[in-house]
């Protein structure tokens, strides 16, 4: 029996332990080694986590085969309706998910919120997929009819990042199990409780036990799930490092991968761009989940005279409060990395002009207030690699093909913006940049449903989206269909 998280504040609060969830049953790992989980925002330990090793994975995959034989035999429309169920059930206690969202990850409350409302238009985007794969059948000659029928792979395995506990999980599961698979969870070992809720409304919205279950752990759970030969599929989100890791090790034992990795998204601002709009927006992306985004704003390359806008994000960012509209960094590694490259910015002798280094919470914690670098030069690691916290590091240039030529040398290609009032300037960077997102005047240029979500370049290994149709497709496998019933009479070369 899973107990309710009932803490609706930033109180402290503790929660269940996370153990492995195989074939419908909780148990502990058989490493019986544990990890504390932080609550970020106090910085203390809130549960734990056991931590998996090749013997959980082997177990969670006999499990997960015996039970994927029968839900494979489930009508489409009728795995579906898991997701409706789902989707109700995550409305109905969306408060719980949010406040445990909030304490594990450190979200403020409203984007916890948000990011599981996203995960729900994810199971949405699942529920209609009877819909969306109606009719892919034709008369291809006289009598001869092809179609083309989704069918599942068998086990697959999604392995999942920190920052959003409830929501990345979502891109994966929908398309998934209604692809008639059995799904093995790994979360990040950061946050695996979110997952613990999911699997109790899972069980509660018809899903047969045995069809979904969750590994918890590190590396090892991680390397046991790639090297698996009964695991057909993996689906990994997480930094650029891992990404190609498991990209590599999953793909060498014969699963197909799709693996997005870490991002450095560059904005672009113009002088014609409204000021307002541009100065809110530009906040929102880089201060937004305090900068732990794969989405989020990094580097502002200001083009020509845009001073009135960079003094109107320095004024906007200044008033955020840490705690309030800002909540923690995940843990004292992350803090001290982000705080290290503004430090390091400064001695190269880049302005800091909006400092959030002081910033604290009030409960203890990790914590970095949002910060904007002036001045940087490209050859900084500020102004490079990848930070994942609230700072914007601003590189001032003379014309838009110097800054496209900047955002295209850069390695990943997550997302991409462009501020500006003018069709034929976003027309210009749209067609140009090297991003697999780009935004026009929107900072964290997510993809809705059915629009699916996913970057180019080392922002991703693997082909396709991880979100939408294409995610349905890596989840399944094509069977071509060819029918004749009867000799035709009126033959040609074509029959
Ligand atoms: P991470 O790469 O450290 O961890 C991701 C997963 O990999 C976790 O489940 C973790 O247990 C596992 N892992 C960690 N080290 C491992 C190792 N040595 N061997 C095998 N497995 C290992 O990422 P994170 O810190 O949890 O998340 C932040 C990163 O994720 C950032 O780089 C961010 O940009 C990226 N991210 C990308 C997207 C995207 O859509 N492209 C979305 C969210 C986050």
Redesign the pocket.
């Known amino acids: 029996m899973i107990p309710p998280f009932t803490a609706r504040s930033y109180d402290f609060a503790e929660w269940i332990p996370a153990r492995n969830y195989i074939g419908g049953e909780w148990q502990d790992s058989a490493t019986g080694n544990w990890m504390p989980i932080e609550n970020p925002r106090h910085g203390k330990a809130m549960s734990k986590v056991c931590l998996s090793d090749a013997r959980d994975v082997a177990a969670a995959v006999d499990a997960c085969k015996a039970a994927q034989k029968g839900w494979a035999l489930v009508p489409l429309k009728e795995r579906a309706q898991v997701m409706f169920r789902l989707k109700q059930l995550m409305e109905r206690d969306l408060e719980e998910l949010a406040w445990l969202v909030s304490h594990e990850n450190g979200k403020v409350i409203e984007e916890a919120r948000a990011s599981v409302m996203k995960g729900i238009e994810c199971v949405e985007f699942g529920a209609s997929l009877p819909n969306a794969k109606a009719g892919e059948q034709m008369d291809v000659s006289r009598g001869v009819n092809c179609s083309e029928t989704h069918e599942p792979l068998g086990v697959v395995a999604g ?6 506990p409830i929501m ?1 999980p979502l ?1 994966m599961l929908p398309q998934a199990l209604v692809g008639g698979n059995a799904f093995i969870l ?5 946050v695996p409780l979110g997952a613990i809720k999911l699997a109790q409304l899972l069980e509660e919205a018809g899903l047969p036990r045995g069809v979904f279950a969750i590994v918890n ?3 090892d ?3 046991a799930i790639c090297d698996h030969e009964d695991i057909k599929a993996v689906g ?8 190609r ?2 990209y590599a090790r999953a793909s060498a034992s014969g699963k197909q991968a799709l693996c ?4 450095k998204n560059h904005l672009m601002v113009v002088p014609d761009a409204d000021v307002k709009l541009t100065a809110e927006n530009v906040v929102a992306s880089f201060t937004g989940c305090s900068g ?4 989020a704003a990094s580097v502002l390359l200001a083009i020509g005279d845009v001073q009135p806008i960079i003094d109107r994000i320095a004024e906007s960012a200044g008033k955020l409060q840490v705690g309030k509209d800002l909540g923690p960094i ?1 843990n004292k590694a ?1 803090e001290e990395r982000i705080l290290g490259f503004i430090n390091d910015a400064e001695a190269r002798g880049a302005k800091i002009l909006l400092d959030g280094r002081q910033k604290r919470g009030d409960d203890g914690g990790y914590w970095v207030g949002p910060t904007i670098i002036d001045g940087a030069t490209t050859a900084i690691p500020a102004a490079k690699d ?1 930070i ?1 916290g609230p700072v914007l590091t601003i590189v001032r240039v003379k014309n838009l093909d110097d800054a496209i030529a900047i955002e295209n040398a850069n390695p990943y290609g ?1 997302a991409a913006c462009v501020y500006t009032t003018s069709g034929a300037v976003a027309d210009y960077v749209t067609e140009r940049v090297e991003a697999g997102m780009v935004g026009v005047n929107i900072g964290v240029p997510v993809p809705r449903e059915p629009f699916g ?3 180019w370049n080392h ?2 290994f693997g082909h396709g989206n ?1 979100t939408g149709m294409d995610g349905f497709r890596f989840w399944t496998r094509p069977r071509k269909i060819t029918v004749k019933w009867a000799l035709q009479k009126d033959q040609n070369w074509m029959n």
């Open positions: 392995i999942t990042p920190f920052n959003f990345v891109w790994k979360p990040s070992e950061q752990g590190a590396a759970a991680v390397n990994f989100v997480g930094s650029t490092k891992i990404a890791h498991v997005l990795g870490g991002a732990q985004r794969c989405m995940i992350s990848e994942f997550n979500f996913g970057g922002s991703k991880i």
